[in-house]
């Protein structure tokens, strides 16, 4: 049977000496932005089911979809608000302006598919989801970012 001693170890923080690597900091809204683009998408596919099928449950998914990506949307825009102020960051003016108005769109689109029957998704809310889409696909495609990761004052 082996044994190992240990002798005189010492835990002590060196206060002087940093890190070499350092910690990719991400904005909290840019954890939270793909689920509203995820909900939103769901309705757009949804949208088309209904279209193809006339089965009245996909019309009640892209309703219930659409409802949970604005519910989505509002925790994203207060942590938008929240990172905007808590740190020195410059908004990226046209991806959140994008995401605003596929917000907008939206809100639209969820009373166009409060209508009843076929003429809630068809052909005005499968239109509303698919440009909600287009935007989303325009807004996030440079990554889920509303502001710009280059800090004011900062050096790099």
Sequence with gaps: MQQITMTETTLRSDAGSRSPVKADRRAFHEMLTPF???YFTGAFVTDLAYWQSANVMWERFSVWLIVAGLIAAIFVALAGLIDLVGSKQKPAWLHASAYVFAVLLSVINVFVHSRDAYTAVVPTGLTLSGLVFVVLLAATSAGWAF??????GADK
């Design 147 to 152: 502001t710009s990761p280059h800090r004011v």
């Design 36 to 38: 509203p683009v995820a």
